[in-house]
């Protein structure tokens, strides 16, 4: 069952660096009450998470990132790129199934070149669909989003409560697509709408080519700034001090990508995934 949608279509469902920089309120706990706190448990305990995703609870923290971000049941909430292993999705969608809704904005593959590039998002977006096609009473409301990197629209304006993140802002940036990316999400949140980003930590700032996974949490706040947003608040919930952010092969060196040689495996799992700031804005 195809369930993508385009801009117009969406419109209609609608209408039916461093640890430096803005800190406060420092780990902020949302909005969530005991209920909304268990529904997400309820997620996270779920028999339909694969037992990799399950795995990285330990580095990715997602009871209390969520929790951090304010996500409620009843949000329409739009992720970004979540790719076809659905990592967030699988506790996301059943989370606001019944309740919100859960959009999960794709690449067009029609926006991208022909080639590698084209099949790699139309993998990406037919892997997600044949999940959710495949478990409806997990997935059943789940939508997905196409749209042009080169000049986004998630949606009608005002019409998400919140937006979410993980690990793109690296990539937007070496594509030169960072600033369209978050005017973006600037327009599609209603007043008073988060947008949570994770991201891959430097130490400080890096030029716009870095091929190191890495970015500058200053450059990421910089970024949400000018697209008109404020900080909310800044937590240290993914952050791993282990990870010294030298590695040759940049963030892909570390797990779950383990770009390494098999000699230096231990020395990695020891590391284990990238430092990572959490930033939650707020549109005005």
Request: aromatic fraction near 8%; charge should be neutral; proline fraction near 7%.
């Amino acid at each position: 069952m195809q369930r993508s949608l385009s801009f117009c279509a969406l419109a209609l469902l609608v209408l039916a660096g461093c640890a430096s920089g803005p800190t406060t309120p420092a780990d902020s706990a949302g909005d969530l009450d005991a209920n909304n706190v268990a529904r997400l448990d309820a997620a996270l305990a779920g028999e339909w998470r694969s037992a990799d995703n399950r795995a990285r609870d330990q580095f990715r923290h997602p009871r209390e990132t969520l929790t951090f971000f304010g996500v409620r049941p009843e949000h329409t909430v739009i992720e970004i790129t979540p790719g076809s292993g659905a990592w967030y999705t699988e506790i996301l969608a059943p989370y606001l199934r019944g309740n919100g809704r859960y959009i999960a904005a794709l690449v067009d593959p029609a926006a991208v070149a022909e080639g590698r590039g084209r099949d790699y998002q139309k993998a990406q977006h037919d892997g997600l669909q044949a999940r959710f096609d495949a478990a409806p009473a997990q997935f059943e409301g789940a939508r997905t989003v196409l749209y042009d990197p080169t000049a986004p629209r998630l949606g009608p304006p005002g019409s998400a409560d919140v937006v979410l993140t993980f690990r793109n802002v690296h990539n937007w940036r070496s594509a030169g697509q960072a600033e369209a990316m978050f005017k973006s999400f600037h327009e599609v949140l209603r007043p008073g709408g988060v947008l949570g980003v994770v991201e891959h930590r430097a130490r400080g700032e890096v030029p716009e080519g870095d091929r190191s996974g890495y970015v500058a949490q200053s450059q990421v706040i910089a970024l949400a700034q000018a697209a008109g947003f404020r900080v909310d608040g800044s937590s240290e919930i993914n952050a791993n001090p282990k990870d010294t952010r030298d590695h040759p092969n940049g963030v892909w060196m570390l797990p779950p990508t383990n770009r390494h040689d098999a000699a230096d495996a231990a020395k990695y799992i020891a590391i284990g995934e990238s430092d990572r700031m959490t930033l939650r804005f707020v549109k005005p």
